[in-house]
């Protein structure tokens, strides 16, 4: 079975500095990952997803991901924070089993934008 | 297009009662899915609903059941409510194609909590 790690809970970080939130998978033949946001609240948004192709995956609101096969790494990088992308962001991976394709989540990682 | 859909927004029971949560599906879509979100972690995987029927299942007890009707909307039933049922229940849908990996979309979530 799948399982996904995301090593940090909390990542605090100052207003329009960089930030990475870190993401390993298990390995497997096929690998469908997806990284997705969710607000104070409310249900989650998908930010992008990686199925296939070019190993670097633009999403909304300026993230981007980098799927590294080696290193059974997808990590999520936004060049330039802002106070708005305080949220609990989350790594998935999709497990296809008897033809249900379903996901199986990290634990998270809250993101606080500092200002 | 619409999106996903859940009612109640929140609920409240006591132990041993019975729950039904409700997901109408986004435009389009085929299968649902529903997670459970312990507060603090992430989705765990319940079942997934494809033409009506189960299809694929988590680590649950038979008490957690559901339905998916001919417009796709889905209901997740809970027998015997327990305390450790208490959480944010998600529904989310998508469109199986037999080709490709299925992306979830999410709803807003209900969230139960079980005095």
């Known amino acids: 079975a799948q399982s996904v790690t995301q090593l940090d809970s909390q990542v605090p970080v100052f207003e329009e500095a960089p930030v990475e939130l870190r993401c390993n998978y298990s390995s497997s033949v096929s690998v469908y990952l997806f990284w997705y946001v969710q607000y104070p609240n409310q249900g989650l948004q998908l930010l992008l997803k990686y199925l296939s192709g070019s190993t670097l995956v633009k999403g909304i609101n300026g993230f981007e991901a980098e799927f590294n096969k080696s290193q059974t790494s997808f990590h999520l990088r936004k060049p330039s924070v802002h106070i708005s992308d305080t949220a609990e962001y989350f790594c998935?991976?999709?497990?296809?089993?008897?033809?249900?394709?379903?996901?199986?989540f990290g634990t998270g990682t809250r993101l606080k934008v500092l200002a | 297009e619409t999106g996903v859909t859940q009612s109640p927004t929140h609920l409240i029971k006591t132990r041993g009662q019975q729950v039904t949560l409700r997901c109408s599906s986004q435009s389009g879509h085929n299968t649902v899915s529903w997670y459970q979100q312990a507060l603090g972690q992430g989705p765990q995987f319940i079942f997934q609903y494809y033409r009506e029927e189960e299809n694929g299942r988590g680590n649950f007890p038979p008490r957690f059941s559901g339905l998916q009707f001919p417009n796709y909307s889905s209901e997740l039933n809970v027998n015997a409510l327990e305390l450790d049922d208490s959480a944010l229940y998600l529904c989310a849908s998508s469109l199986r194609s037999g080709r490709a990996v299925d992306t979830q979309y999410f709803g807003p979530g209900t969230r139960l909590t079980v005095l």
């Open positions: 998935a991976v999709s497990e296809k089993t008897s033809g249900t394709y379903k996901y199986i």
